[in-house]
């Protein structure tokens, strides 16, 4: 009977530590690790599972405080991103506007311009508005991220709204023969926030229209449903597959995403229906069935006055009512390009070489057929197939073909023409955006003759299909002399088949060598964008040239004109003498002397939005793939001289320039590498001066090493910063004063020199960036194997 109450006794014991393990191990399950158990007992068991529980919570500590360690850089290095993304988007507005604002005003002005050359304006106004609307898709996006969209409410009328938007959308609706519809209430009156509803509706109606085929429909709704408001937009377009509608409304989620996507956009529209719809306290959803089509619904609670938990309406905000209304172009029309294609029986058979240009974007295909034009027979294709098929019946000599296309892609294409017997040898221009190696890699691989990255220079285009042409006709003078002295088919196949083991020999070497070289992460992203944002500049790039050089001829014209009705007196009769009046009274009305003068100006003006578009791509380029070209002995003090003199003007006004120049040997480097490097530095010197400052270059060769030594004294570096100075993207200026991509550049240009920089700052004293770069050339370290090849 003892022993029992004993054993009992011993049982209570047992179940009562448990019970007390287990009352502190529910602080585990709400999350908290930070205790251990403790329990005053001599039991050798209860012991051991205290010690294995109190390991558990230990390594669980660890667990935790690791992936909260991860998780804060990740969060810092998406807010890096965002900020990347905002200040390109900033960067890009300013020369967006003085190329956009300048073509406006010669298209005003543009009445002494021949057909064609309007045509090229109007060509470029399209694409640079087309890409100022992809920024501002980019900006919105970075907006709803950081969590700095406001919504600024006020009274609309929805209906009207709707109908307004409707009618600028009818005509791209007509361009493609589709009937867009709308119906509603008589009236639709409530508090919204106009840019965000406005932006709703276009990205909804745009996406409608652009996935429509002809002859289909787009019918646009607004029913009032209790006290909610619904938008309607359903069409009778290609459908979704039901795989993709989860993800649908996902940040840069595409349908199709490969080379061969059928539809251009970055996958942003719908993420910021998604998001808007939220902000406006509303809902958005999809139905969809592949091959008959999609209808989105935007459910809006219908609200007659403001909360005080919304954000501040657009009247309290003195919002103008011109910057209150829709873009009268929210509709970017694709101004179809009436093209006319070669007919073998009109006569001009074998007059010129016959080039096939191939690519999904009408003003792309206009546009290099008018560079061709003079010197070519030109046919066009929209996509692979169609190329494809014209090919097989008319044979060309070169096909000039965009890389991303629907139905056939550029790299598809090329493998059809090159399994091809009767068309192997026809010489492939691959026109690609992408200008990482991957893509040069690829375009080999398949079977490309030669590539062109976008945007393209002109005489670099025509330079090469020229040298594709020679490429075709040397071959057939060969098979020609070939036949005259006897070889056979077979000869010459088994010859070939031999030259192709060769040629396959050289491109695996060539892609193991490009490959060595890839691109960093930067390359990708900018990669994955390039094929939007390339499109258009190439375009405004390659017009820039051509408007200069119309205007020039027009000039000329003008002024032999001028001169010859100059001579002109009345004794030469009145008929002569009116006709003298006449076109001096035309000029005069039409402020012709004045346009002249003020025409170079305007293009200058584009310029300099060109360049700081051209400056941005070099950075993004710079960064991902450092040119290796270029070398040569230079003058290290020379090129600072040289850079002072591009930004002096920027500097004078703000600071005072000492040189302290040392007596330096010839350098044997990159120089355009090393004066983007000190280039850098002296514009951050100088944006760091806030008021009159000073700054100093000083040179010297000490210890087998040159040194370059730049101070200023503006408002300095916090401590916290200089880890971070060279990393990619980091960047302590507002959003739209820089990309972040300046000194990292900078640092590795300097590491491919072999060289190193020192940074010294103290807060609210100045900088001191010091580069030491070794007296023994790139070449020659090279060669001694100090620095890899």
């Not at 020369?95 to 311009?113: N, Q, R, V």
């Not at 509706?201 to 409608?208: C, D, E, G, P």
């Not at 019946?393 to 598809?412: A, C, T, W």
């Not at 850098?680 to 000490?702: F, H, P, V």
């Amino acid at each position: 009977m003892q022993n029992n109450d004993t054993l009992n006794d011993q049982l209570d014991s047992y179940r009562n530590q448990i019970e007390n393990i287990a009352d502190q191990l529910c602080l585990a399950v709400k999350g908290e690790f930070g205790f251990t158990i403790k329990i005053e007992d001599t039991d050798e068991s209860i012991q051991k599972l205290c010690m294995l529980i109190n390991f558990v919570l230990d390594s669980a500590r660890r667990s935790l405080a690791s992936v909260e360690e991860k998780n804060a850089k990740l969060t810092e290095l998406d807010k890096l991103k965002s900020d990347f993304i905002a200040n390109i988007s900033h960067e890009l507005r300013t020369p967006l506007t003085l190329i956009m604002g300048p073509l406006e005003k010669i298209l005003y002005e543009a009445s002494a311009l021949e057909p064609d050359q309007k045509e090229d304006l109007r060509r470029m106004q399209r694409n640079a508005l087309r890409l100022y609307m992809l920024v501002n898709d980019v900006l919105d996006f970075s907006k709803l991220e950081s969590g700095k969209f406001a919504v600024y409410e006020e009274m609309l009328d929805l209906k009207k709204l709707i109908m307004e938007l409707m009618d600028d959308a009818q005509g791209l609706a007509n361009e493609r023969k589709i009937t867009l519809t709308f119906s509603g209430p008589d009236e639709a009156k409530m508090l919204l926030d106009r840019r965000m509803i406005g932006k709703i509706l276009i990205n909804l109606v745009s996406n409608a229209l652009k996935f429509t085929p002809e002859g289909g429909r787009v019918e646009a709704q607004l029913l009032i449903v209790g006290t909610n408001v619904q938008i309607i937009v359903e069409d009778s377009g290609i459908g979704i597959a039901a795989a993709h509608l989860e993800r649908l409304f996902e940040r840069f989620h595409q349908v199709n995403t490969s080379s061969n996507r059928t539809y251009e956009g970055t996958g942003l529209g719908l993420a910021i229906v998604n998001e808007f719809s939220k902000l406006l306290g509303g809902s958005v959803r999809v139905e969809s069935e592949v091959g008959k089509g999609s209808k989105f619904t935007v459910t809006l609670p219908i609200r007659l006055r403001l909360q005080e938990n919304t954000g501040l309406s657009a009247t309290q905000l003195n919002i103008s009512e011109s910057s209150k209304k829709l873009s009268p172009k929210s509709f970017v029309s694709t101004n179809k390009i009436e093209e006319k294609n070669w007919d073998p029986s009109d006569g001009k058979s074998g007059k010129l070489p016959l080039v096939l240009v191939v690519d999904d974007n009408d003003d792309m295909r206009a546009f290099i057929g008018t560079l061709l034009q003079d010197s070519y027979e030109i046919v066009f294709a929209k996509n692979g197939r169609e190329a494809l098929e014209y090919a097989r019946k008319h044979r060309p000599q070169v096909i000039l073909s965009d890389v991303m296309m629907p139905i056939m892609d550029g790299y598809e294409l090329t493998k059809q023409i090159k399994s091809d017997p009767y068309l192997q040898h026809t010489s492939i221009i691959l026109i690609t955006a992408k200008s990482g190696n991957e893509s040069i890699i690829s375009a080999l691989e398949v079977g490309a003759d030669d590539y062109v990255c976008k945007p393209f220079s002109t005489e670099e285009l025509k330079a090469r299909t020229a040298a594709a042409v020679r490429s075709y006709r040397a071959y057939m003078k060969l098979v020609a002399a070939n036949s005259q002295l006897g070889y056979t088919k077979n000869n010459l196949a088994k010859s070939y088949e031999e030259l192709e083991a060769v040629h396959k020999k050289l491109k695996e070497t060539q892609s193991q060598l490009l490959q060595h070289s890839k691109l960093a992460s930067i390359g990708q992203l900018a990669a994955g964008v390039a094929h939007e944002i390339n499109n258009p500049i190439a375009f405004v790039i390659s017009n820039t040239e051509l408007l200069r050089k119309y205007f020039s001829v027009l000039k000329n014209v003008f002024e032999q004109a001028k001169i010859g009705f100059d001579l002109i007196s009345p004794n030469m009769g009145d008929k002569i003498f009116e006709s003298k009046k006449q076109w001096e009274n035309l000029c005069e009305k039409n402020n012709i002397l004045s346009m002249l003068e003020s025409i170079p100006e305007v293009i200058s003006e584009s310029s300099v939005g060109l360049e700081r578009i051209a400056d941005i791509v070099s950075d993004l380029k710079s960064f991902s793939h450092a040119d290796q070209s270029g070398i040569e002995y230079t003058d290290i003090n020379k090129s600072l001289d040289l850079i002072l003199k591009i930004i002096g003007s920027e500097l004078r006004y703000k600071c005072n320039i000492q040189k302290q120049y040392g007596e330096l040997p010839q350098l044997q480097c990159n120089p355009r590498q090393l004066n983007q490097v000190f280039l850098n530095i002296l514009i951050n010197a100088g944006q760091a001066i806030k008021d009159k400052g000073e700054i100093i270059i000083y040179t010297e060769a000490r210890n087998d090493e040159i040194i370059v030594s730049i101070s200023d004294t503006g408002e300095g570096i916090s401590p916290e910063h200089l880890d971070k100075l060279f990393d990619p993207f980091f960047t302590t200026k507002p959003v739209g004063k820089g990309t972040g991509l300046g000194l990292s550049i900078s640092y590795n240009i300097i590491q491919e020199h072999g060289g190193r920089v020192d940074v010294q700052s103290k807060k609210g004293e100045g900088t001191t960036f010091t580069v030491y770069l070794p007296m023994q050339g790139i070449e020659q370290r090279k060669e001694s194997g100090l620095l890899s090849s």
